[in-house]
């Protein structure tokens, strides 16, 4: 099953606005809602435009509670909304 990134990057983005930033989001979330069958063969794409997110600032990616770089992640990881700084 083929994707656009666009409904991946959107589907990311609405999960961890509805949660904020004070709670996380497993990517599995992500691809099971967009493919329920075949979720787990969508999970290298979601992790990749998550760390695109993650570079933008618009997200967090944590592990074991601890923000870490996604691109060194190794193991389970989860996604936050990130923080809005006030103006």
């Known amino acids: 099953m083929t994707l656009a990134k666009d409904v991946i990057r959107a589907t990311l983005l609405d999960l ?3 949660r904020g930033p004070d ?3 497993c990517p599995s979330e992500v691809a099971r809602i967009l493919s329920p ?7 290298p794409t979601v992790r ?3 760390q695109e ?3 933008e600032g618009h997200i967090v990616v944590t ?5 870490v770089d996604p ?3 190794r ?3 989860r996604y936050r909304q990130a923080k809005m700084e006030p103006e």
Not at 37 to 43: E, I, N, V
Not at 63 to 67: D, N, R
């Open 16 to 18: 961890v606005a509805q």
């Open 23 to 25: 709670k996380t989001i």
């Open 37 to 43: 069958g075949d979720w787990r063969s969508l999970m």
């Open 48 to 50: 990749a435009i998550a």
């Open 53 to 55: 997110l993650e570079a």
């Open 63 to 67: 592990q074991k509670g601890q923000v």
């Open 71 to 73: 691109k060194h992640a």
């Open 75 to 77: 193991g389970p990881i």
